[in-house]
């Protein structure tokens, strides 16, 4: 039985194509299957689009309460910073979008032994492990932060010309990229302890650092969350390329370094961790 | 009174096995704190030493921060308000309602335990930061005033854990009531002043946050430690705290009677 709304069935299977064009046609099949499970408690849905746009007026609420009594967080303006949340809230709803449930959930997937069943499908497990359902509500979310930047943006009269908004949105995605690896290197840790239930805990406290502007900081906090765990750039580095506020190339290029070596590292502790692997008795 | 106690010492065993989640947390929730701390170091050093904000100095700011990081370790609610729905869910109040057990009490026991415990795993690193930032630390004048602290702190805890009761309970009506903490706990966040103290707020809306529940449960507390709220204006404050805290009770009693009135015992 399918939902009044779901999408119409897949078509019959094509003949074998590319690899890319087949882990296109799985992706589209679990984005279907998503969308019928959120159609299925409606209510629930949007009651959660609800809570994460509190949570980011939230934030813009404590950004305007601080601008009430300072005009600048180092060379940061007001609206600067609103834009800095808008961004740093798009990137988190996209990774919620794309991965974060997936990831949260690998922990009962490997205290149940459930993992078995995705070890034995004829795709790469990690694709499968990472990508299988997919937050629709959060894509809601990512385009409202769309439009606090908008209006960000004309508040501080910018012009982005093409190049800029393309540049911007690579940073972004690269933002992204980050966050998945880092999360998937937490979420692995479950193959160790196999209780982790405070790591979707920990990650928002870590992540959170991602809205705050990087000239607040100093010292060794300021290159812990720059170089180690790269919070500081993620969002930082994209805002300054719309915003006119990069000096120079270099923290583009500090944010490809970490996010290319958050990348092996996280693919290396992966493999690792999937060794460890021993399923549960059954 | 004794059987309760037991509970108490259940509780505590119960959750000392999970004393390396309550370390893992603790220290987690230090970023945070401390991202904080030199975002607001860095706003007043662009403001010079003699700066004030919403008439409060740099120590005092820190100190704000630093003080409801130990207020929110001991009076905080994690796990409770969810065990308390998943037990409405499962059926699990069925044993309850035939024991000479009361719920409200029994889960009480069991959050009080729960503090117990997460005081004493995050003694060590809360310690450890506080004695970092001590420079910063400013203490109660006199024992009249740490007297006033301790006792809006504990009716700060049973403030939290009534509300946290009442919602959910909702369990009785709602399937999902995870979607329901987490909004009221949003306006919580803003208006308990865990985000920034409230003397941030324009005059007016302080004014009107101070009406509703929330401020008693992180704000009022801090606020005494600080020596902020002193003389008349604290019997007063600690007198509606407590009336608040009876009200809470009050509610969570009758949501419970309520709910039990249609409650099914699904799979209990």
Redesign the interface.
């Known amino acids: 039985m399918r939902p009044p709304n779901a999408p119409p069935s897949p078509a019959p299977p094509a003949p074998p194509r590319g690899a890319a064009a087949r882990y296109a046609g799985i992706y589209a099949a679990l984005v279907r299957n998503s969308l019928a499970r959120e159609m299925a408690f409606k209510t629930n849905f949007l009651l959660w689009i609800v809570v994460e746009l509190l949570w980011l007026a939230l934030q813009l609420c404590f950004i305007g309460v601080l601008y009430r009594h300072t005009e600048t967080i180092g060379s940061w303006t007001h609206w600067q910073v609103v834009l800095l949340i808008g961004a740093s809230n798009f990137i988190q709803q996209i990774f919620h979008a794309l991965v974060l449930i997936n990831l949260s959930n690998l922990s009962e997937l490997v205290r149940t032994g459930k993992l078995d069943f995705l070890l034995l499908l004829p795709v790469n497990t990690r694709f499968i492990v990472s990508l299988r359902q997919v937050d629709l509500g959060a894509l809601v979310n990512a385009t409202v932060a769309v439009g606090v930047m908008g209006y960000a943006a004309g508040q501080l009269g910018l012009r982005p010309t093409a190049l800029q908004l393309a540049g911007f949105g690579a940073l972004c995605l690269l933002g992204v990229a980050v966050h998945y690896s880092l999360m998937l290197l937490l979420a692995a840790v479950c193959f160790w302890t196999v209780k982790a239930q405070g790591i979707v805990w920990g990650y928002y406290n870590l992540f959170n650092i991602a809205r705050l502007p990087d000239e607040a900081f100093r010292g060794a906090f300021k290159v812990v969350f720059t170089f180690a765990l790269p919070m500081l750039l993620v969002s930082n580095v994209p805002v300054r390329l719309l915003a006119d506020k990069l000096d120079s190339g270099r923290p583009v290029l500090v944010l490809l370094a970490v996010a290319l070596l958050c990348f092996v590292v996280s693919e290396l502790g992966w493999r690792a961790s999937l060794r460890r692997y021993t399923s549960a008795s059954s | 009174m004794g059987k309760y106690w037991h509970v108490f010492g259940l509780g505590l065993q119960n959750h000392l096995a999970y004393r390396?989640?309550f370390f893992?947390?603790a220290l987690?929730?230090l970023?945070?704190l401390?991202?904080m701390l030199?975002?607001w170091g860095?706003?007043y050093a662009?403001?010079g030493d003699a700066a004030t904000?919403?008439g409060l100095t740099l120590a005092q700011m820190l100190s704000y921060y630093l003080i409801a990081q130990v207020v929110d370790a001991l009076s905080a609610v994690t796990d409770d308000d969810w065990q308390i729905a998943a037990d409405i869910k499962d059926g699990n109040i069925s044993q309850f309602l035939l024991k000479p057990v009361d719920y409200l009490w029994y889960r009480l026991s069991l959050f009080a335990a729960g503090r117990a415990t997460y005081v004493m795993v995050a003694a060590l690193p809360l310690g450890v930061f506080l004695f970092w930032f001590r420079e910063h630390l400013v203490w109660p004048a006199d024992g009249a005033q740490w007297l006033a602290f301790g006792l809006s702190l504990v009716l700060a805890a049973l403030l939290q854990f009534f509300l946290s009761f009442a919602l959910a309970a909702l369990a009785f009506w709602v399937l999902?009531v995870s979607?329901?903490i987490?909004?009221v706990y949003?306006?919580e966040?803003?208006a308990s002043g865990h985000?920034?103290p409230l003397d941030?707020?324009?005059a007016g809306l302080q004014r009107v946050m101070m009406l509703t529940p929330f401020p008693y449960q992180l704000y009022f507390p801090v606020s005494v430690y600080l020596g902020n709220t002193t003389g008349r204006e604290l019997i007063s404050g600690l007198l509606l705290q407590g009336a608040w805290v009876l009200a809470a009770w009050a509610f969570a009693r009758f949501l419970w009677a309520r709910g039990l009135r249609k409650y099914a015992a699904v799979g209990g």
Request: aromatic residues 18%; without cysteine.
């Open positions: 390396v989640n893992a947390r987690f929730g970023v945070p401390l991202a030199q975002l860095t706003i662009g403001r904000l919403g999902e979607t329901f987490f909004i949003a306006f966040y803003l985000l920034f941030l707020l324009p």
